[in-house]
């Protein structure tokens, strides 16, 4: 075997190792807590400021982490970003454990959540880079990773806290992250004569279509980029939605118990993860199932929005698995990155834009659907702007079907 071969396939396994225990690691930050704030509240005085941020800022901390990224990444490198990204997110998670003062709690978990996001921006480039040939099996790994770090923090928080406290159950996560570290640490040792940085991006080839500094700030001149802001928007916009409002929506227009309620909000969770194994690799190898998938996750969501907003009481469970099913989107958005870009430096600058924008639109989702339902006092309205926001993912059907380069539409909007 030669020094290169020797060199490389470490190189690789860590690569993929570290992305694995990075999609472990990103939502911990949300869901490990979220469960425990009436417990924390006890020792730590939360006010009704401090939640609603709290309760807040994951959107609006992902928006911002797609502006900052693409520049810092940039700068040093994907690899030393992203371990950068694990050493805060590690310390973040050890002072929400000692806080003693709301603000600290506070402080530390915008900190952490900023970090988590930045991490979520980093992944599709750095699959891009280290497995340009498995994009769809790697995307989904990390997209079904995703999904259980949002889950189980959330499943076993309760439990921890009442076995070990409350402070340890946060702890506990800042130790789980800490081991996402070590795959990236042997990366860098192993391909320690890599460039970093700009060179690495110089590197890495944007071909002779488009030059890298062309493409700064010109992402979106790209129907590409657009359409998958349109995706991206929809399942997020439609999803933090549900995961704030549907026991509540469950409850007063199906009847359901609060409890049988959260079983269904647990239920439409689920969802996600056999569409995250299953979208990545299907689109990678038959481009042709991009607009089916795009046109059943529009009509999943319609077909849920419309059973709960006409027939909540007829098929809950029907209502609430449509609504699961209409995240299709969401992963083929993030594979969709790293397959039609060409280069891992361009899938820098268009997961930033994607996130960026998609998160924005997304913060928007519960507080609409709030304030819908406080100034009707009825569910028909908000219900009935979920499906309208639907269509941010037609674009997306006409653009998406057509095979394309992010690269290729800048130069082509840029030539004289």
């Not at 002072?95 to 959540?113: G, I, N, S, Y």
């Not at 944007?206 to 980029?225: F, M, N, P």
């Amino acid at each position: 075997m030669s020094p290169r071969r020797k060199s490389v396939a470490p190189a690789a396994v860590a690569a993929f190792l570290g992305i694995l225990f990075v999609g472990l690691s990103l939502r911990t930050v949300i869901t490990s807590i979220s469960p425990l704030l009436e417990v924390v509240s006890v020792e730590v005085p939360l006010d009704g400021l401090t939640l609603g941020i709290i309760a807040a800022v994951p959107t609006l901390a992902y928006a911002l982490s797609g502006v900052i990224t693409p520049e810092v990444a940039r700068r040093i490198g994907l690899e030393r970003t992203v371990t950068l990204v694990l050493l805060v997110m590690v310390l973040g998670h050890a002072v929400r454990a000692v806080a003693t003062e709301p603000v600290w709690l506070l402080m530390a978990t915008v900190v952490t959540l900023l970090a988590s996001g930045v991490g979520n921006v980093l992944v599709p480039p750095l699959i891009k880079r280290h497995f340009p040939q498995q994009i769809g099996v790697v995307t989904a790994v990390y997209v079904a990773s995703l999904a259980i770090s949002s889950a189980v923090p959330a499943l076993v928080a309760v439990p921890m806290a009442e076995l070990i406290g409350w402070r340890a159950a946060l702890g506990v996560w800042g130790v789980a992250t800490a081991i996402a570290l070590l795959p990236w640490l042997v990366e860098l040792r192993v391909s320690r004569r890599r460039p970093e940085g700009g060179e690495a991006f110089a590197e890495a080839g944007l071909g002779r279509t488009v030059s890298h500094e062309s493409v700064d700030g010109q992402i979106s001149k790209s129907w590409i980029a657009w359409s998958l802001v349109g995706l991206f928007a929809m399942c997020s916009f439609g999803g933090f939605a549900m995961l704030a409002w549907m026991p509540t929506i469950l409850v007063e227009t199906a009847g359901v118990d609060p409890a049988a309620a959260g079983s269904l909000l647990s239920l439409f969770a689920v969802c996600g993860f056999p569409i995250a194994v299953l979208v990545p690799p299907i689109v990678a190898r038959m481009p042709s199932a991009i607009v089916p998938i795009i046109v059943v996750g529009m009509a999943s969501f319609i077909v849920g929005y419309s059973g709960l907003l006409i027939a909540p009481r007829a098929a809950p469970i029907l209502w609430v698995l449509a609504l699961g099913v209409g995240s299709l989107p969401y992963p083929l958005a993030f594979t969709l990155i790293g397959l039609r870009t060409r280069s891992a430096a361009v899938a820098l600058r268009l997961s930033g834009f994607v996130q960026a924008v998609g998160y924005v639109l997304a913060a928007v989702g519960p507080f609409a659907v709030g304030i819908l339902h406080e100034l009707t006092g009825t569910w028909a309205v908000p219900l009935g702007f979920l499906m309208a926001a639907v269509l941010l993912a037609l674009p997306a059907v006409f653009v998406l079907g057509r095979p394309g380069f992010v690269e290729d539409e800048i130069r082509r909007s840029t030539s004289p």
